[in-house]
């Protein structure tokens, strides 16, 4: 099965600066996409960003970016310019291809606070 | 475009008793997830549905854990007897069902809290 590690339990961004969240995984796939979700004390997951391993690219959204290298199974989230409403949990996931594979394996959450 | 509806959104039992959670996923979502969210943890898949069947189910507890999804729309997650280990929050999602491009999305999930 495959594993998904976020070490950093907490994390803290003064509000404006840029934080980095870590997460590594384990698979012996070739193709494969991993996934940041932010879930908010409301609870709801929230997709903030996906990637496709077999796109060399790293993917962006707005403030959101990742670092993926893909011979380290190594797979960061960048957030830049931190807002109040970015604090939450975060967690990176993980799925593999294939119609009959659609179940996401989760870390165990990074919580990221932001001071104003 | 309406969300993943879950209720209820808090519930308090004692254990033995039994609980059911209900779930509406988006409208023309093929695909349903339950998960299951301890306190502190990532989710974990509990059972997926393909329309009204369980495709994989190899995560729930079935001694005691049961789900329905009748017609292939609505579903029903139900524990019995609940157990002081089951307190978590349940998640329900919800996806096109489109393999490689589906994404999942969330409902706000049900805190059980078994007493």
């Known amino acids: 099965a495959q594993t998904v590690t976020q070490s950093q339990p907490e994390m803290s961004v003064q509000e404006a600066e840029t934080v980095t969240l870590s997460c590594t995984y384990d698979t012996s796939e070739s193709d494969y996409y991993l996934f940041w979700y932010k879930q908010p004390p409301s609870r709801q997951m929230i997709l903030v960003i996906r990637q496709e391993a077999y796109k060399q690219q790293n993917a962006t959204e707005n403030r959101f970016s990742v670092n993926f290298q893909k011979a380290a199974k190594s797979f960061s989230l960048k957030i830049s310019d931190s807002q109040l409403g970015d604090a939450a949990m975060y967690f990176c996931?993980?799925?593999?291809?294939?119609?009959?594979?659609?179940?996401?394996?989760f870390g165990t959450g990074t919580r990221l606070t932001v001071i104003p | 475009e309406a969300g993943v509806v879950q209720s209820p959104r808090y519930k308090i039992i004692e254990k033995k008793q039994p609980v059911a959670f209900w779930c509406n996923p988006i409208s023309g979502h093929n695909t349903l997830y339950w998960y299951r969210q301890n306190l502190g943890q990532g989710p974990e898949l509990l059972i997926r549905?393909?329309?009204?069947?369980?495709?994989?189910d190899s995560q729930l507890p079935k001694d005691r854990f049961s789900a329905e999804r009748l017609k292939g729309v609505d579903s029903t997650l139900k524990i019995q007897p609940a157990e002081l280990g089951d307190s978590a929050v349940y998640l329900c999602a919800s996806s096109p069902g489109i393999a490689g491009v589906s994404e999942q999305y969330f409902g706000p999930g049900t805190r059980l809290t078994v007493t």
């Open positions: 996931a993980y799925r593999s291809p294939g119609s009959g594979a659609n179940n996401l394996f």
């Open positions: 549905y393909e329309n009204e069947e369980a495709v994989d």
